[in-house]
């Protein structure tokens, strides 16, 4: 899968790739992957998470919706967010390739608004590792 595949790039590789235009499909990848890769918690939550995955100056912008049993993933949405979290594209992917989000937070590479109780806890609602 492509989770396994950036796990075994060298980092020089996976950054000259999220400045591609590559970027934006394994972005995409990422995002349209997480209805499948819910957990148990993720199936009981409800809410809209935002996510802003930067480059540059420019912002790609991907909406979950969480609602009891289910994920959908949307470039728009009606709905205010309950969190929103700010990241690279670069560190999307090493978070979906296991990074640890408490590091990238504490480091400055992650940013939560909203509730941001409830944003710590995203990486709960996924199991990445599938």
């Known amino acids: 899968s492509l989770i396994r595949i950036t796990r075994r790039l060298p980092d020089t590789w996976l950054r000259a790739a999220m400045s591609s235009p590559a970027r934006r499909v ?4 990422i995002f349209r992957r997480m209805p499948e890769l819910l957990s148990p918690a993720g199936r009981k939550a409800r809410a809209v998470v935002r996510f802003d995955v930067t480059v540059g100056r420019a912002v790609d912008t991907w909406y979950l919706e969480l609602d009891v049993g289910g994920c959908t993933v949307s470039r728009a949405c009606v709905r205010r967010p309950r969190s929103t979290v700010v990241l690279s594209a670069y ?8 990074a640890d989000p408490v590091l990238l937070f504490r480091e400055g590479r992650l940013r939560l608004s909203g509730d941001t109780y409830f944003g710590a806890s995203i990486g709960t609602l996924f199991d990445l590792a599938r």
Do not use: E, M, S
């Open 91 to 98: 560190d999307l992917v090493r978070l979906a390739a296991g």
């Open 26 to 29: 394994i972005v995409g990848t």
